[in-house]
């Protein structure tokens, strides 16, 4: 059990975990959605601090730290396969070809496309976040998008018929990781956000699922950049809408509300 949790902090963020990985990559999948509320917190707690010492209310700023150290605490992981993604599926319809462009390490046209409209996307509604006092969704965000790539790992076969990256991953995922990080994902967002947190989940599950679809038809599978694109995906679409409607948000997220 440690060892899985120390395999999934080492492959969603950058910090230097002590101990020794999971003797099978799989283990660490049910851990996704725990490690994606730890790095939520830290960026909210980061943007809340960013509010206190900075001169007056500067929603814009806030969202550029957060952006920032979302990038900087991932190594920018899943960034780097939201690109590839772009590029692959942007290129071609060939299934050989694709897979080939996915792993060239260059970064096309396409894929700074992607970039540029994830990144703008994100920075407008953590503005509007800021702006309204609903930056805790922030880790709703971070934990729903993780438990995404335990979703597609779970479902769909490894695309590649070489090993990459994302393989050990994927192939070894069974229906008890699946459903170890599913529930979870939804205890950490009830527990945090009640009913609103339910409500999020399943955005971001269909969310996942009608990438996942794409994904096989296209491919016939995921790798370890589809994991990642379909990780930043998620996590822009929950971000958007909970600066959509965040005073109807908050309305959802006290149980006490719904029982009177």
């Not at 809408?241 to 719904?258: H, N, T």
Request: aromatic share 10%; glycine share 12%.
């Amino acid at each position: 059990m440690i060892a899985g949790i120390v395999t999934a902090l080492r492959t969603l963020t950058i910090f230097p975990v002590p101990g020794r990985d999971a003797d099978d990559m799989a283990d660490s999948l049910p851990w996704f959605a725990v490690v994606g509320c730890i790095l939520g917190f830290i960026v909210y707690g980061l943007c809340r601090l960013t509010g206190f010492v900075g001169a007056g209310a500067w929603p814009e700023g806030v969202a550029v730290v957060a952006l920032v150290a979302g990038t900087v605490l991932t190594g920018g992981l899943h960034l780097d396969g939201l690109a590839d993604w772009a590029d692959g599926f942007g290129s071609t319809s060939d299934r050989h070809r694709t897979l080939q462009i996915m792993k060239d390490p260059h970064v096309g046209a396409f894929g700074v496309l992607a970039l540029v409209v994830v990144l703008i996307a994100k920075w407008v509604a953590l503005t509007r976040l800021a702006a309204a006092g609903g930056l805790v969704w922030i880790a709703a965000a971070y934990i729903v998008s993780r438990t995404s790539m335990v979703e597609l790992a779970g479902w769909l076969p490894y695309a590649r018929p070489e090993e990459g990256i994302g393989a050990s991953f994927v192939q070894n995922a069974g229906r008890r990781h699946r459903f170890w990080a599913l529930f979870s994902a939804l205890a950490l967002l009830l527990v945090i956000y009640g009913p609103a947190g339910a409500l999020l989940f399943g955005v971001g599950w269909i969310t996942s699922r009608l990438f996942g679809l794409w994904c096989r038809r296209r491919v016939g599978g995921v790798t370890g950049d589809l994991l990642g694109a379909c990780s930043e995906i998620v996590e822009t679409v929950i971000l958007a809408v909970c600066a959509a409607v965040p005073g109807r948000l908050v309305e959802f997220a006290d149980w006490s509300l719904l029982l009177s």
